[in-house]
């Protein structure tokens, strides 16, 4: 990627709205170099296109950004990995991927799995407040670092338990999901690559250890069903039988089981990492909606609905045409890639009044921050869950939060998981 194209695709990750603003307005859809993608930027459009599956193939949705240099893929080549999941899957194959992570984020696993949550959220707050040293972050007195100290711990601690994960291997698995997005969705220096891989490849590591262990001593999580998907046939995502009838797992078994793992751990945590820092973050910058939030506690679940809504964590993914089409009047061949825009489309005026206005009063509109169809995220609920426990926890305890003044706020370069790089708070 040469360095202008680079410059404006930070430019335009950094803060995609504008650009979102220009393609609704537009006729038809608009080519953006940066993406190499057909943005498709109204709510109406992103629905018909993920209404249309059979048309809009999801084959390219996790593509790199950025190829990796020659030096990085030998390194990735040692780790696991490298097949289809979820997210990128359609028909038959994807039900049959979706199955078992549908199960394991039902509402029943969820509600079982709320006391943790809250019991994990009230202990990081009790950290940053009582200014814990052995605690990550800066949290002394009455300043915290919310992203490292809070953010980017419990939404890992919780799809570790429902997956199965020893909370110690938990931080290298969360820093693995990190480096694997950087290294696919940031143009890294080549010299930086390759130990970026070699990260990505220990997490790899760590959770071929798990598939191993699940299969030999199945349990009652989120891991075992995943390893009995794929290791017994017709299986769809049930309990038990993981380990019958085999002696060990094929090489090709554990590098699918590798691959579904560290999507959903990736999918589990960095999305819902990147939601708690934009929600906080907006409702600071608008005082009188948090001093509301604070008096009413009752308005939490609408506040969480618009934040998902006003600042997308997730701003889309892309799609391949499967045959010649024709969307929002442009006609588009066979192999056409499209960046299909949830962000832009929460955004458009034709379906939410004062778009681009954060107003936790507004009558909630179903959004598109979660997907919808078939590739709807199935882990929506459990992210909502961790962000209404936050917000309880912030407005209950920490009803005079507010942004630090000496620390302007950036966000992350990237359409994946949207978020501020860092979010320094003071009460």
């Known amino acids: 990627m040469d ?16 650009h979102y603003a220009r393609a609704r307005d537009a006729e038809g859809l608009t080519f953006v170099a940066e993406l190499d993608a057909w943005l498709v930027a109204r709510d109406a459009d992103v629905r018909e ?12 949705a996790l593509r790199p950004d950025v190829m990796p240099a020659p030096a990085a893929l030998a390194v990735l080549g040692g780790g696991f990995g490298g097949r289809p999941v979820v997210v990128g899957a359609d ?19 969820v509600a079982a799995v709320v006391p943790y949550a809250a019991e994990r959220a009230a202990a990081l707050v009790d950290a940053f407040l009582d200014g814990d040293p052995g605690q990550v972050g800066e949290h002394k007195g009455g300043h915290v670092e919310l992203m490292s100290a809070y953010a980017r711990r419990l939404p890992g601690e919780v799809i570790g338990r429902i997956v199965g994960l020893d909370p110690a291997d938990i931080p290298a698995v969360v820093h693995g999901g990190y480096r694997a997005e950087e290294l696919l969705f940031r143009p890294l220096p080549e010299g930086e690559q390759a130990a970026v891989a070699q990260d990505v490849v220990a997490t790899q590591h760590i959770l071929d250890r798990y598939a191993l262990d699940r299969y030999a001593e199945p349990r009652e999580d989120l891991c075992t069903d995943i390893v009995t998907s794929v290791t017994v046939p017709g299986a769809d995502g049930c309990d038990g039988g ?30 819902t990492t990147a939601l708690i ?30 934040a998902a809504r006003y600042d997308t964590a997730l701003q889309g993914f892309r799609r391949v045409t499967t045959r010649p089409v024709t969307l929002a009047g442009t006609e588009l061949p066979a192999g056409a890639t499209l960046f299909v825009a949830f962000g832009a489309a929460n955004r458009d005026g034709g379906r939410y009044p004062g778009p681009d206005e954060f107003d936790i009063t507004r009558t ?40 630090a ?17 860092s979010l320094r708070l003071t009460w």
Not at 91 to 100: S, V
Not at 286 to 305: G, K, M, N, Y
């Open 49 to 60: 296109v993920l209404r249309r599956a059979e048309d809009f193939s999801s084959a390219g």
């Open 405 to 421: 003044e000496d620390h302007p706020v950036t966000m992350r370069p990237t359409m994946i998981h949207r978020s501020p790089q």
């Open 242 to 271: 993981a380990g019958e009838g085999k002696s060990e797992l094929t090489l090709d078994q554990r590098h699918e089981v590798v691959s579904h793992l560290q999507n959903l751990l990736i999918a589990g945590h960095l999305t």
């Open 91 to 109: 028909g038959t194959r994807h039900q049959e991927l979706r199955a078992p992570i549908v199960k394991g984020l039902s509402p029943a696993r």
């Open 364 to 403: 909630p509109v179903r959004h598109l921050a979660f997907g919808f169809g078939a590739h709807a995220c199935p882990g929506s609920q459990l992210a909502r869950e961790q962000l209404r426990l936050t917000l309880q926890e912030l407005t209950s305890r920490l009803p005079g939060l507010r942004l």
């Open 3 to 18: 360095r202008q194209l680079h410059d404006r695709l930070d430019e335009l990750q950094s803060d995609p709205y504008p």
């Open 277 to 306: 820092g934009t929600t906080v973050l907006h409702l600071l910058r608008h005082p009188d909606q948090w001093e509301l939030l604070c008096a009413e506690p009752d308005r939490i679940p609408a506040a969480v609905e618009e």
